[in-house]
């Protein structure tokens, strides 16, 4: 059995950016429960030279939409970085979640061998489709994810495993 580079990031990134949601929502329902500023949160870091968790979240929709645009050569719709709340992100992450339902399994066709070409700031990156999901957008996403349950769980959030996997398909 094969899957497709649709099967393979277009579910797994939905699936992931609805559990990003529910720990942000916690997040923000912990704030309000303990009287704590929200900024407080949204702009915690783990440590001084990372990022804070506003952009974390910015990142991983970034990087979701950012795989299935390019793994289907759309133009990638922008977006501005001007969220500071709770709120502003969910929202967010609902409007990467629709975006990535636009996408139909047959966009992804010969995806595989497609050529993705990343910029850095640090050098120049060419991947076959393939490549680039397996081991530059999945991961990424997943880093910059995880990196936000973590700022959450470390301020007292009270987040466990099922929170980070969420809903399991049935």
């Known amino acids: 059995m094969s899957i497709s580079l649709y099967e393979a990031s277009i579910p797994v990134f939905i699936h992931s950016l609805t559990s990003l949601k529910h720990i942000l929502e916690k997040g923000a329902a912990h704030a309000e ?3 704590i500023d929200p900024s407080v ?17 910015q990142i991983a929709a970034d990087a ?4 299935a645009g390019r793994l289907t050569d759309t133009e990638l719709p922008k977006y501005e970085d001007t969220e500071t709340t709770f709120p502003e992100l969910v929202a967010r992450i609902d409007k990467t979640i629709d975006y990535l339902r636009t996408f139909k399994p ?3 066709e010969d995806a595989e061998t497609r050529t993705i070409a990343i910029k850095t700031s640090r050098r120049d990156f060419s991947f076959p ?3 680039y999901l397996q081991h530059w957008a999945l991961p990424n996403f997943f ?8 700022l959450l769980r470390h301020n007292g959030v009270e987040l466990g495993k099922p929170d980070f996997l969420g809903r399991m398909p049935d």
């Open 143 to 150: 880093f910059h994810v995880v990196t936000t349950y973590d």
């Open 33 to 35: 429960a303990r009287k």
């Open 64 to 67: 979701a939409k950012g795989a």
């Open 106 to 108: 047959e966009q992804f």
């Open 41 to 57: 949160l949204v702009n915690s870091r783990l440590f001084p030279d990372m990022f804070a968790l506003v952009r974390q979240v």
């Open 129 to 131: 489709g393939l490549t």
